[in-house]
């Protein structure tokens, strides 16, 4: 097990499903927990747990709460934090051409040498042991990009078994 801390700061008020309203700006503490993935070649790590510490500056002997954030919601409120004073998206909207087109993201779940990888538009985005942990990995990032108002492509791939 390992874990690892960052900061991130908002610059405006947000909202994130685990806490109950609106949470002030700030800088906020976030601790992420990983894992061992055993049985691959290489070193891989799969996360566990990610956690935001509140308040974003608590007060000499002030009760601090810690809530667990799922996939990508930090990472959508962080975007969201960035946009313009009022806009509504989650995250920040590419260009559009015309009417006709729609933002879309591509999600890839496959299996490579018994290590199940997800990939989100051909970037990696994490390594599973179980068909199971890479499918939910995917649903999440599927239901983000949904919420966001995006398109999305989702693709599940097994290795050919004449493939080493």
Known sequence: MRS????????????????DGQQPPGTYLVVTEEEPIEGVSFT?????ATMLHLPAHPEPGETTQVVQLFGEELDVALAADGAAPGEERALPQPPVPGPHVQARVSIGVRLRKGVWQVVRDRRFYGDYLTQRDALLA???????????????????????????
């Open 138 to 164: 995917a649903n999440g990032l599927a239901g983000t990009a949904r919420n966001a108002g995006i398109q999305v492509d989702v693709d599940l791939e097994k290795e050919s078994p004449h493939l080493s």
């Open 4 to 19: 690892s801390q960052r900061t991130v700061t908002f610059t405006r008020p947000f909202v994130l499903s685990a806490l």
């Open 44 to 48: 891989a790590y799969r996360r566990t």
